[in-house]
Protein backbone atom coordinates (compact mmCIF):
# COMPACT_ATOMS: atom_id res chain seq x y z
CA UNK A 1 0.00 0.00 0.00
CA UNK A 2 3.17 2.32 0.92
CA UNK A 3 4.29 1.56 -2.45
CA UNK A 4 1.08 2.68 -4.23
CA UNK A 5 0.95 5.79 -2.66
CA UNK A 6 4.78 6.32 -3.46
CA UNK A 7 4.13 5.89 -6.68
CA UNK A 8 0.85 8.06 -7.08
CA UNK A 9 3.08 10.53 -5.67
CA UNK A 10 5.66 10.43 -8.16
CA UNK A 11 3.21 10.09 -11.00
CA UNK A 12 1.00 13.61 -9.81
CA UNK A 13 3.22 16.07 -10.90
CA UNK A 14 3.74 14.72 -14.35
CA UNK A 15 0.42 14.51 -15.08
CA UNK A 16 0.03 18.22 -14.07
CA UNK A 17 3.13 19.31 -16.33
CA UNK A 18 0.73 17.22 -18.97
CA UNK A 19 -1.90 19.24 -18.30
CA UNK A 20 0.41 22.26 -18.77
CA UNK A 21 1.20 21.32 -22.65
CA UNK A 22 -1.53 20.70 -23.72
CA UNK A 23 -3.34 24.28 -22.63
CA UNK A 24 -0.41 25.98 -23.54
CA UNK A 25 -0.62 24.85 -27.16
CA UNK A 26 -3.37 25.84 -29.95
CA UNK A 27 -4.68 22.72 -31.15
CA UNK A 28 -4.88 22.83 -34.94
CA UNK A 29 -8.99 23.28 -34.57
CA UNK A 30 -8.23 26.28 -31.87
CA UNK A 31 -5.81 27.74 -34.28
CA UNK A 32 -8.85 27.79 -37.16
CA UNK A 33 -10.92 29.58 -35.00
CA UNK A 34 -11.27 33.61 -35.00
CA UNK A 35 -9.98 35.39 -31.82
CA UNK A 36 -10.09 39.24 -33.32
CA UNK A 37 -11.98 40.72 -36.05
CA UNK A 38 -9.49 43.34 -37.14
CA UNK A 39 -11.47 46.43 -38.19
CA UNK A 40 -10.73 47.58 -41.92
CA UNK A 41 -11.25 51.09 -43.63
CA UNK A 42 -11.02 51.49 -47.17
CA UNK A 43 -10.40 55.05 -48.36
CA UNK A 44 -9.39 56.56 -51.70
CA UNK A 45 -5.48 57.53 -52.35
CA UNK A 46 -5.33 60.97 -51.83
CA UNK A 47 -2.66 63.84 -52.79
CA UNK A 48 -0.88 65.94 -49.89
CA UNK A 49 -3.02 68.55 -49.45
CA UNK A 50 -6.39 67.54 -50.92
CA UNK A 51 -9.59 68.17 -49.57
CA UNK A 52 -10.43 64.29 -49.00
CA UNK A 53 -14.03 64.64 -48.21
CA UNK A 54 -14.36 66.83 -51.38
CA UNK A 55 -12.34 63.91 -52.91
CA UNK A 56 -14.76 61.54 -52.03
CA UNK A 57 -18.09 63.36 -52.68
CA UNK A 58 -17.49 65.13 -55.41
CA UNK A 59 -16.36 62.21 -58.00
CA UNK A 60 -18.43 59.42 -58.07
CA UNK A 61 -16.42 57.02 -59.53
CA UNK A 62 -14.05 57.06 -56.34
CA UNK A 63 -17.63 56.07 -54.51
CA UNK A 64 -17.42 53.35 -56.85
CA UNK A 65 -14.39 51.99 -56.91
CA UNK A 66 -14.45 52.05 -52.69
CA UNK A 67 -18.20 50.80 -52.71
CA UNK A 68 -17.34 47.54 -54.55
CA UNK A 69 -14.03 46.74 -52.49
CA UNK A 70 -16.19 47.42 -49.63
CA UNK A 71 -18.35 44.72 -51.39
CA UNK A 72 -15.99 42.38 -51.76
CA UNK A 73 -15.27 42.40 -47.91
CA UNK A 74 -19.35 41.85 -47.53
CA UNK A 75 -19.18 38.74 -49.37
CA UNK A 76 -16.68 37.67 -47.11
CA UNK A 77 -18.89 38.51 -44.39
CA UNK A 78 -16.63 41.02 -43.22
CA UNK A 79 -17.88 44.79 -42.36
CA UNK A 80 -15.88 47.63 -42.73
CA UNK A 81 -15.75 51.19 -40.88
CA UNK A 82 -17.20 53.84 -43.16
CA UNK A 83 -14.70 55.92 -44.27
CA UNK A 84 -16.97 58.71 -45.24
CA UNK A 85 -19.24 58.90 -41.88
CA UNK A 86 -15.17 59.20 -40.20
CA UNK A 87 -14.28 62.38 -42.18
CA UNK A 88 -18.11 63.47 -41.66
CA UNK A 89 -17.32 62.89 -37.43
CA UNK A 90 -14.02 64.19 -38.25
CA UNK A 91 -15.32 67.80 -39.87
CA UNK A 92 -15.81 69.07 -36.68
CA UNK A 93 -12.18 68.90 -35.93
CA UNK A 94 -9.19 71.03 -36.18
CA UNK A 95 -7.73 67.91 -37.82
CA UNK A 96 -9.62 69.17 -41.38
CA UNK A 97 -8.84 72.71 -41.39
CA UNK A 98 -6.67 73.69 -44.43
CA UNK A 99 -3.38 74.24 -43.05
CA UNK A 100 -3.39 70.34 -41.67
CA UNK A 101 -4.18 68.60 -44.65
CA UNK A 102 -1.24 66.31 -44.40
CA UNK A 103 -2.17 64.77 -41.10
CA UNK A 104 -5.83 63.96 -42.04
CA UNK A 105 -4.69 60.54 -43.22
CA UNK A 106 -3.37 60.05 -39.90
CA UNK A 107 -5.91 61.43 -38.26
CA UNK A 108 -8.93 58.97 -39.82
CA UNK A 109 -6.60 56.53 -39.66
CA UNK A 110 -6.52 57.06 -35.45
CA UNK A 111 -9.56 58.07 -34.49
CA UNK A 112 -11.07 55.28 -35.96
CA UNK A 113 -8.54 53.31 -34.78
CA UNK A 114 -8.43 50.93 -36.93
CA UNK A 115 -6.27 47.92 -37.59
CA UNK A 116 -6.29 47.52 -41.44
CA UNK A 117 -6.17 50.39 -44.28
CA UNK A 118 -7.31 49.83 -47.64
CA UNK A 119 -6.38 52.28 -49.95
CA UNK A 120 -7.28 52.37 -53.58
CA UNK A 121 -7.05 54.45 -56.17
CA UNK A 122 -8.35 54.60 -60.05
CA UNK A 123 -6.64 55.87 -63.32
CA UNK A 124 -8.66 56.23 -66.79
CA UNK A 125 -6.72 55.65 -69.81
CA UNK A 126 -8.12 56.60 -73.01
CA UNK A 127 -7.12 54.71 -76.46
CA UNK A 128 -7.88 54.41 -79.86
CA UNK A 129 -8.45 50.53 -79.16
CA UNK A 130 -11.37 51.59 -76.18
CA UNK A 131 -11.04 53.01 -72.39
CA UNK A 132 -9.81 50.86 -69.73
CA UNK A 133 -9.58 51.73 -66.38
CA UNK A 134 -6.72 50.69 -64.24
CA UNK A 135 -7.20 50.14 -60.06
CA UNK A 136 -4.79 50.12 -57.77
CA UNK A 137 -5.41 48.33 -54.05
CA UNK A 138 -3.03 48.69 -50.99
CA UNK A 139 -3.43 47.25 -48.22
CA UNK A 140 -1.55 47.29 -44.57
CA UNK A 141 -1.39 47.47 -41.06
CA UNK A 142 -1.77 50.78 -39.53
CA UNK A 143 0.46 50.86 -36.66
CA UNK A 144 3.40 48.87 -38.35
CA UNK A 145 2.79 49.82 -41.59
CA UNK A 146 3.44 46.25 -42.72
CA UNK A 147 1.99 46.03 -45.77
CA UNK A 148 -0.59 42.83 -46.36
CA UNK A 149 -1.72 43.09 -50.14
CA UNK A 150 -0.72 45.11 -52.72
CA UNK A 151 -2.60 44.20 -56.77
CA UNK A 152 -3.44 46.09 -59.50
CA UNK A 153 -6.06 45.56 -61.57
CA UNK A 154 -7.43 46.18 -65.43
CA UNK A 155 -11.03 46.41 -67.05
CA UNK A 156 -11.55 45.25 -70.54
CA UNK A 157 -11.26 47.86 -73.28
CA UNK A 158 -14.44 49.46 -74.46
CA UNK A 159 -15.74 52.13 -76.03
CA UNK A 160 -17.19 53.60 -73.47
CA UNK A 161 -16.97 56.71 -71.26
CA UNK A 162 -18.65 55.21 -67.83
CA UNK A 163 -15.43 55.34 -65.93
CA UNK A 164 -17.82 53.73 -62.87
CA UNK A 165 -18.82 50.94 -65.11
CA UNK A 166 -15.57 50.24 -66.34
CA UNK A 167 -13.81 50.69 -62.62
CA UNK A 168 -16.87 47.77 -61.33
CA UNK A 169 -15.04 45.68 -63.95
CA UNK A 170 -11.49 46.57 -63.20
CA UNK A 171 -12.10 45.47 -59.08
CA UNK A 172 -13.77 42.42 -60.01
CA UNK A 173 -10.58 41.15 -61.65
CA UNK A 174 -8.46 41.22 -58.63
CA UNK A 175 -10.59 42.03 -55.70
CA UNK A 176 -11.04 38.25 -54.78
CA UNK A 177 -6.74 37.63 -55.15
CA UNK A 178 -6.46 40.23 -52.94
CA UNK A 179 -8.88 39.47 -50.34
CA UNK A 180 -7.04 35.52 -50.46
CA UNK A 181 -3.57 37.40 -50.10
CA UNK A 182 -4.86 39.21 -47.24
CA UNK A 183 -6.27 36.21 -45.61
CA UNK A 184 -2.46 34.46 -46.23
CA UNK A 185 -0.85 37.23 -44.44
CA UNK A 186 -3.55 36.82 -41.46
CA UNK A 187 -3.06 33.40 -41.34
CA UNK A 188 0.92 34.47 -41.09
CA UNK A 189 -0.57 36.68 -37.90
CA UNK A 190 -1.95 33.80 -36.42
CA UNK A 191 0.97 32.11 -36.98
CA UNK A 192 3.71 34.38 -35.84
CA UNK A 193 1.90 37.38 -33.12
CA UNK A 194 -0.03 40.22 -34.54
CA UNK A 195 1.56 43.27 -34.89
CA UNK A 196 2.34 46.16 -32.41
CA UNK A 197 4.47 49.32 -32.43
CA UNK A 198 5.90 50.73 -28.97
CA UNK A 199 7.24 53.51 -28.16
CA UNK A 200 8.74 54.63 -24.55
CA UNK A 201 9.89 58.05 -23.70
CA UNK A 202 10.75 60.23 -20.53
CA UNK A 203 8.66 63.21 -19.56
CA UNK A 204 11.05 66.24 -18.99
CA UNK A 205 10.81 65.65 -15.19
CA UNK A 206 11.35 62.14 -14.53
CA UNK A 207 14.57 62.26 -13.58
CA UNK A 208 15.75 59.22 -15.62
CA UNK A 209 16.87 58.19 -18.94
CA UNK A 210 17.20 55.40 -20.44
CA UNK A 211 20.80 54.56 -19.21
CA UNK A 212 20.14 54.64 -15.78
CA UNK A 213 20.51 51.37 -14.20
CA UNK A 214 17.34 49.39 -13.69
CA UNK A 215 15.74 45.61 -12.31
CA UNK A 216 17.38 43.32 -10.48
CA UNK A 217 20.94 42.94 -12.95
CA UNK A 218 21.23 46.96 -12.66
CA UNK A 219 21.14 46.89 -16.80
CA UNK A 220 20.37 50.09 -18.73
CA UNK A 221 16.50 50.72 -18.23
CA UNK A 222 16.47 50.55 -22.44
CA UNK A 223 18.17 46.99 -22.33
CA UNK A 224 15.23 45.83 -19.56
CA UNK A 225 12.95 46.78 -21.64
CA UNK A 226 14.15 45.04 -24.65
CA UNK A 227 14.37 41.63 -22.42
CA UNK A 228 10.84 42.00 -21.64
CA UNK A 229 9.28 42.74 -24.94
CA UNK A 230 11.90 40.28 -26.55
CA UNK A 231 10.08 37.66 -23.80
CA UNK A 232 7.00 38.55 -24.46
CA UNK A 233 6.64 38.54 -27.62
CA UNK A 234 7.16 36.49 -30.89
CA UNK A 235 9.25 39.02 -32.32
CA UNK A 236 10.48 42.52 -32.37
CA UNK A 237 12.30 45.39 -34.09
CA UNK A 238 14.03 47.78 -32.52
CA UNK A 239 13.62 51.41 -34.75
CA UNK A 240 15.82 53.28 -32.57
CA UNK A 241 17.65 53.74 -28.58
CA UNK A 242 18.34 56.99 -27.50
CA UNK A 243 19.00 58.69 -24.06
CA UNK A 244 15.32 59.66 -24.37
CA UNK A 245 13.51 57.55 -26.22
CA UNK A 246 13.34 53.47 -27.05
CA UNK A 247 11.23 52.95 -30.29
CA UNK A 248 9.87 49.42 -30.89
CA UNK A 249 8.43 49.93 -34.73
CA UNK A 250 7.53 46.81 -34.62
CA UNK A 251 6.82 43.96 -32.05
CA UNK A 252 4.44 40.27 -32.62
CA UNK A 253 2.43 39.60 -29.85
CA UNK A 254 0.50 36.24 -29.91
CA UNK A 255 -3.10 37.26 -30.50
CA UNK A 256 -3.97 34.65 -27.78
CA UNK A 257 -2.48 35.18 -23.74
CA UNK A 258 -2.13 32.12 -21.90
CA UNK A 259 -5.50 31.77 -20.82
CA UNK A 260 -6.96 31.87 -24.57
CA UNK A 261 -8.12 34.93 -24.21
CA UNK A 262 -7.73 37.75 -26.63
CA UNK A 263 -4.16 39.95 -26.03
CA UNK A 264 -5.68 43.12 -27.25
CA UNK A 265 -3.40 46.22 -27.40
CA UNK A 266 -4.82 47.48 -24.18
CA UNK A 267 -4.59 44.38 -22.34
CA UNK A 268 -0.57 44.14 -23.71
CA UNK A 269 -0.27 47.87 -22.97
CA UNK A 270 -1.57 47.03 -19.30
CA UNK A 271 1.27 44.19 -18.88
CA UNK A 272 3.96 46.45 -19.54
CA UNK A 273 2.41 48.74 -17.04
CA UNK A 274 2.76 46.59 -14.25
CA UNK A 275 6.07 45.47 -15.51
CA UNK A 276 7.46 48.85 -15.79
CA UNK A 277 5.62 49.96 -12.42
CA UNK A 278 7.58 47.13 -10.64
CA UNK A 279 10.99 48.77 -11.82
CA UNK A 280 13.22 51.21 -9.85
CA UNK A 281 16.34 53.06 -10.53
CA UNK A 282 18.32 53.02 -7.02
CA UNK A 283 15.99 53.90 -4.63
CA UNK A 284 13.26 55.88 -6.82
CA UNK A 285 10.77 53.41 -7.69
CA UNK A 286 9.35 54.12 -11.52
CA UNK A 287 5.56 55.48 -12.73
CA UNK A 288 4.56 55.63 -15.89
CA UNK A 289 1.89 56.15 -17.89
CA UNK A 290 0.41 55.10 -21.13
CA UNK A 291 -1.94 55.80 -24.10
CA UNK A 292 -2.68 53.61 -26.59
CA UNK A 293 -3.79 54.32 -30.32
CA UNK A 294 -4.78 51.78 -32.37
CA UNK A 295 -2.37 49.11 -32.06
CA UNK A 296 0.62 51.58 -30.79
CA UNK A 297 1.51 51.99 -27.49
CA UNK A 298 2.89 54.90 -26.02
CA UNK A 299 4.69 54.52 -22.04
CA UNK A 300 6.28 57.70 -20.54
CA UNK A 301 8.12 57.49 -17.73
CA UNK A 302 6.84 60.38 -15.03
CA UNK B 1 21.14 -20.56 -68.33
CA UNK B 2 17.64 -21.61 -68.85
CA UNK B 3 16.83 -20.51 -65.49
CA UNK B 4 18.61 -16.91 -65.64
CA UNK B 5 16.88 -16.59 -69.35
CA UNK B 6 13.10 -17.35 -67.40
CA UNK B 7 13.92 -15.50 -64.93
CA UNK B 8 14.77 -12.39 -66.95
CA UNK B 9 11.55 -12.82 -68.76
CA UNK B 10 9.33 -13.03 -65.93
CA UNK B 11 11.26 -10.27 -64.15
CA UNK B 12 10.81 -8.10 -67.52
CA UNK B 13 7.24 -8.97 -67.58
CA UNK B 14 6.86 -8.01 -63.86
CA UNK B 15 8.05 -4.56 -64.51
CA UNK B 16 5.91 -3.81 -67.65
CA UNK B 17 2.75 -5.25 -65.76
CA UNK B 18 4.08 -2.26 -63.39
CA UNK B 19 3.90 0.38 -65.34
CA UNK B 20 0.75 -0.11 -67.46
CA UNK B 21 -0.88 0.16 -64.22
CA UNK B 22 0.49 3.84 -63.64
CA UNK B 23 -2.39 6.10 -64.12
CA UNK B 24 -2.47 8.97 -66.35
CA UNK B 25 -2.29 12.20 -64.84
CA UNK B 26 -5.09 14.20 -64.18
CA UNK B 27 -5.95 16.90 -66.70
CA UNK B 28 -7.21 20.06 -64.50
CA UNK B 29 -7.90 23.59 -66.44
CA UNK B 30 -9.98 26.41 -65.23
CA UNK B 31 -12.94 26.99 -68.13
CA UNK B 32 -14.35 30.34 -67.32
CA UNK B 33 -17.05 31.57 -65.17
CA UNK B 34 -20.92 31.73 -65.52
CA UNK B 35 -21.85 34.46 -62.97
CA UNK B 36 -19.62 35.79 -59.96
CA UNK B 37 -18.94 33.02 -57.26
CA UNK B 38 -19.12 30.15 -59.87
CA UNK B 39 -16.35 28.42 -61.69
CA UNK B 40 -16.15 26.06 -64.84
CA UNK B 41 -13.14 23.70 -65.03
CA UNK B 42 -12.49 20.93 -66.87
CA UNK B 43 -11.39 17.38 -65.02
CA UNK B 44 -10.41 14.60 -66.36
CA UNK B 45 -11.08 11.58 -64.12
CA UNK B 46 -10.40 7.56 -63.72
CA UNK B 47 -12.41 4.47 -62.57
CA UNK B 48 -12.72 1.18 -63.82
CA UNK B 49 -16.58 2.44 -63.67
CA UNK B 50 -18.51 5.46 -65.27
CA UNK B 51 -19.24 6.47 -61.44
CA UNK B 52 -16.14 5.67 -60.36
CA UNK B 53 -14.82 8.09 -63.55
CA UNK B 54 -17.46 10.90 -62.16
CA UNK B 55 -16.76 10.58 -58.64
CA UNK B 56 -12.56 10.99 -59.24
CA UNK B 57 -12.92 13.72 -61.37
CA UNK B 58 -15.42 15.51 -58.92
CA UNK B 59 -13.22 14.86 -55.66
CA UNK B 60 -9.92 16.27 -57.89
CA UNK B 61 -11.98 19.42 -59.08
CA UNK B 62 -12.64 20.11 -55.31
CA UNK B 63 -8.97 18.89 -53.83
CA UNK B 64 -7.81 21.23 -56.27
CA UNK B 65 -9.66 24.33 -55.21
CA UNK B 66 -8.70 23.56 -51.55
CA UNK B 67 -5.47 22.42 -51.84
CA UNK B 68 -3.79 23.62 -55.16
CA UNK B 69 -5.35 26.33 -57.01
CA UNK B 70 -6.15 27.16 -60.59
CA UNK B 71 -3.26 29.49 -61.31
CA UNK B 72 -3.69 29.29 -64.98
CA UNK B 73 -7.13 30.72 -64.68
CA UNK B 74 -7.26 33.18 -67.69
CA UNK B 75 -9.93 34.25 -70.21
CA UNK B 76 -9.60 35.28 -73.43
CA UNK B 77 -10.10 38.86 -72.40
CA UNK B 78 -8.71 39.34 -69.37
CA UNK B 79 -7.24 37.50 -66.23
CA UNK B 80 -9.21 35.79 -63.52
CA UNK B 81 -6.78 35.68 -60.27
CA UNK B 82 -10.08 35.18 -58.10
CA UNK B 83 -8.64 31.08 -57.56
CA UNK B 84 -5.24 31.81 -57.86
CA UNK B 85 -4.55 30.49 -54.05
CA UNK B 86 -5.74 27.41 -52.59
CA UNK B 87 -8.54 27.66 -49.99
CA UNK B 88 -5.79 25.97 -47.37
CA UNK B 89 -2.63 27.70 -46.43
CA UNK B 90 -1.34 23.67 -45.08
CA UNK B 91 -2.83 20.75 -46.51
CA UNK B 92 -1.31 18.72 -43.73
CA UNK B 93 -3.51 20.61 -40.71
CA UNK B 94 -7.22 19.38 -42.48
CA UNK B 95 -6.43 16.69 -44.54
CA UNK B 96 -6.72 14.37 -41.43
CA UNK B 97 -10.35 16.11 -40.83
CA UNK B 98 -13.06 13.55 -40.27
CA UNK B 99 -15.83 16.26 -41.46
CA UNK B 100 -13.21 16.36 -44.91
CA UNK B 101 -13.25 12.85 -45.05
CA UNK B 102 -17.18 12.34 -44.56
CA UNK B 103 -17.43 15.36 -47.38
CA UNK B 104 -15.96 13.18 -49.86
CA UNK B 105 -16.75 10.21 -48.83
CA UNK B 106 -20.38 10.69 -48.87
CA UNK B 107 -20.51 12.67 -52.06
CA UNK B 108 -21.62 15.92 -49.85
CA UNK B 109 -19.31 18.01 -52.39
CA UNK B 110 -22.63 17.34 -54.89
CA UNK B 111 -24.69 19.93 -53.30
CA UNK B 112 -21.86 22.37 -54.94
CA UNK B 113 -21.30 21.00 -58.30
CA UNK B 114 -23.72 23.00 -60.75
CA UNK B 115 -22.97 20.90 -63.80
CA UNK B 116 -20.74 17.91 -65.10
CA UNK B 117 -20.76 17.34 -68.33
CA UNK B 118 -18.50 14.44 -70.49
CA UNK B 119 -16.69 16.27 -72.92
CA UNK B 120 -16.14 13.66 -74.79
CA UNK B 121 -18.03 9.87 -74.82
CA UNK B 122 -14.73 7.99 -75.92
CA UNK B 123 -12.68 6.65 -72.74
CA UNK B 124 -9.15 6.63 -72.92
CA UNK B 125 -7.74 3.13 -71.71
CA UNK B 126 -5.66 4.13 -68.14
CA UNK B 127 -4.55 0.68 -67.80
CA UNK B 128 -6.18 -2.87 -67.56
CA UNK B 129 -8.95 -2.31 -65.64
CA UNK B 130 -9.00 1.66 -65.36
CA UNK B 131 -10.21 4.16 -67.65
CA UNK B 132 -10.44 7.84 -68.07
CA UNK B 133 -12.91 10.50 -69.31
CA UNK B 134 -12.98 14.27 -69.25
CA UNK B 135 -15.62 16.50 -67.57
CA UNK B 136 -16.49 20.43 -67.15
CA UNK B 137 -17.33 20.69 -63.83
CA UNK B 138 -19.30 24.11 -62.63
CA UNK B 139 -19.07 24.62 -58.90
CA UNK B 140 -20.59 26.94 -56.61
CA UNK B 141 -17.48 28.28 -55.68
CA UNK B 142 -18.75 31.10 -52.88
CA UNK B 143 -21.03 28.58 -51.31
CA UNK B 144 -18.45 25.76 -51.19
CA UNK B 145 -15.84 28.40 -49.43
CA UNK B 146 -19.04 29.63 -46.96
CA UNK B 147 -19.25 26.18 -46.26
CA UNK B 148 -15.96 25.30 -45.75
CA UNK B 149 -15.81 28.15 -43.18
CA UNK B 150 -18.40 27.36 -41.20
CA UNK B 151 -17.02 23.55 -40.62
CA UNK B 152 -13.58 24.99 -39.70
CA UNK B 153 -11.95 23.36 -42.53
CA UNK B 154 -10.59 27.22 -43.61
CA UNK B 155 -10.56 30.34 -41.37
CA UNK B 156 -13.46 32.90 -41.57
CA UNK B 157 -11.84 36.52 -43.16
CA UNK B 158 -9.81 37.81 -40.43
CA UNK B 159 -6.90 36.19 -37.49
Known sequence: MKQFFLLMTGLLPLGVFAQQVTTSKET????????????????????????????????????????????????????????????RNLQTNDALTSDKQTDVKTAIIQSSNTDICVEVEYDFEKGS??????????????????????????????????????????????????????????????????????????????????????????????????????NNSKSYHIQGVTDAKVLFDVVRVPRMDAQGKSLTSTRYGLEILKFCNSLAVGSKKLKVERLIKGNTIYVSFK | MKNVIIGCILLAAAMLAGCARTPVSNQIAYLGQDTRGTLKMRVTGFGSKQIEIEHNAQVKAFEQLLYVGLPDATSAEIKNTDFRLPMVENKATVQGMPFLRNFFENKDYRRFVTELTMLDDKKLRASNSERTLPFAIGINYDAFRRFMEQNQVIRKFGY
Open chain 1, 129 to 230: SGNRLKVILTAYESSASASLANKIGFSRRMYSEDVSKLASDAVETVVADFLNVMQEKFNDIVENGKYMALEFNLNSDSGVNMSSEAGKDNLPLSDVLEEWVG
Open chain 1, 28 to 87: PAETRQLVTRPTIMVFPFFKEGEDIRKLVESDVNNRVVITKVKEAFDSRGYSTVDFLSKV
